[in-house]
């Protein structure tokens, strides 16, 4: 890691806002992303993330290492979505981020909306991690720190769960 991050993060233990929020700045596109997969609302995922920076600032000291702090703050950042989906009592259904072209076809679009249906009938712990592999490109070791599971969990569920889907889509006539 880069000995810039790691001052700051050390100065951010050491009670500096500022580098705190220097930090979160040097990635907000990486968390804003992984906040607008679970809440799918940009004003959700900022909250969200509004509240990650509180608990980041208030338990920092518990880091054990700086290496850490971006995996850690991101598990915080997973955590806070889902708190804010309880309290809005709405089901955890991920959705791929807004696409950044608006040329795409009708027919591409409806398949788009025919794999989201299928989707979204998976158990939210299938939808969670495929939605973390696939749509944010995040890692097998990755996704196992960010939502506190096991390496062979996650890739037991991404499995399951591509088959679950391709059952699914082949049940309705679409395919894979």
């Known amino acids: 890691m880069e000995q ?8 951010a233990k050491s009670g500096d806002k500022e ?16 906040a607008y997969v679970y809440m799918k609302d940009q004003e959700d995922a900022l909250d969200a993330m509004s509240d990650m920076i509180v608990k980041v600032f208030e338990n920092i000291k518990s880091l054990k290492t700086e290496e850490a702090f971006f995996s850690w703050s991101k598990t915080i950042l997973v955590n806070c979505c889902k708190q804010h989906l309880r309290k809005k009592h709405r089901v955890i259904l991920l959705q791929e981020l ?6 795409e076809s009708y027919s591409e ?12 009938k ?5 939808q969670e991690v495929l939605r973390l592999r696939f749509a944010l490109d995040m890692d097998y070791a990755t996704i196992a720190k960010v939502i506190k599971i096991p390496i062979g969990t996650v890739k037991s569920r991404i499995y399951a769960g591509l088959q679950k889907l391709q059952k699914s889509m082949e049940v309705d006539g679409n395919g894979l």
Do not use: T
Not at 4 to 11: G, K, P, V, Y
Not at 19 to 29: C, D, G, T
Not at 110 to 119: G, R, S, T, V
């Open 19 to 34: 580098a705190l929020i220097q930090l979160i700045m040097s990635q907000k596109e990486d968390y804003y992303r992984l």
């Open 98 to 103: 807004p696409e950044e072209s608006y040329e």
């Open 122 to 126: 998976l158990n939210v712990k299938y």
């Open 4 to 11: 810039d991050i790691l001052h700051r993060i050390w100065q």
């Open 109 to 120: 679009h409806e398949e788009q909306l025919a794999f989201e249906a299928h989707l979204e």
